[in-house]
């Protein structure tokens, strides 16, 4: 939800295999904040891909993605990490820093 300050989106998907990118280049949390609900839904083989792509002043910066971000997530089976392919070569590219929590999990 661009138009959003804080997201503030409400992603729910169906059955079977679905996949949801958080892919916001300007920010180290990728776009996944407090304010969004993202649902795997229903199956298994539900992945919830993160893309590491910064530019800009955030260059080589980390995603960064704690227990807030986590609150609202539920129902995948997968976390993928991706991109940084426009930080090739740069110190501190690619970096991610997850914060695993018992209730991600749980959800999960």
């Known amino acids: 939800n661009a138009a959003a300050l804080n ?9 079977g295999n679905d996949t949801v ?4 280049l300007q920010d180290t949390r990728a776009g996944l904040s407090i304010s969004d609900t993202v649902a795997g ?5 539900d992945t919830l891909v993160i893309d590491g792509d910064l530019t ?5 910066d980390t995603i960064a993605l ?13 976390i993928r990490l991706v991109g940084t392919s426009n930080n090739a070569g740069v110190a501190g590219a ?8 018992d209730a991600l999990i749980a959800a999960n």
Do not use: H, P
């Open 66 to 78: 704690g227990a807030s971000e986590w609150t609202n997530v539920s129902g995948f089976e997968t």
């Open 21 to 24: 990118i958080f892919d916001n």
């Open 56 to 60: 800009g002043a955030n260059l080589g």
């Open 94 to 101: 690619g970096n991610y820093r997850l914060t695993l929590t």
């Open 41 to 45: 839904g229903a199956g298994t083989g």
């Open 7 to 15: 997201g503030a989106q409400k992603i729910t998907m169906g059955a």
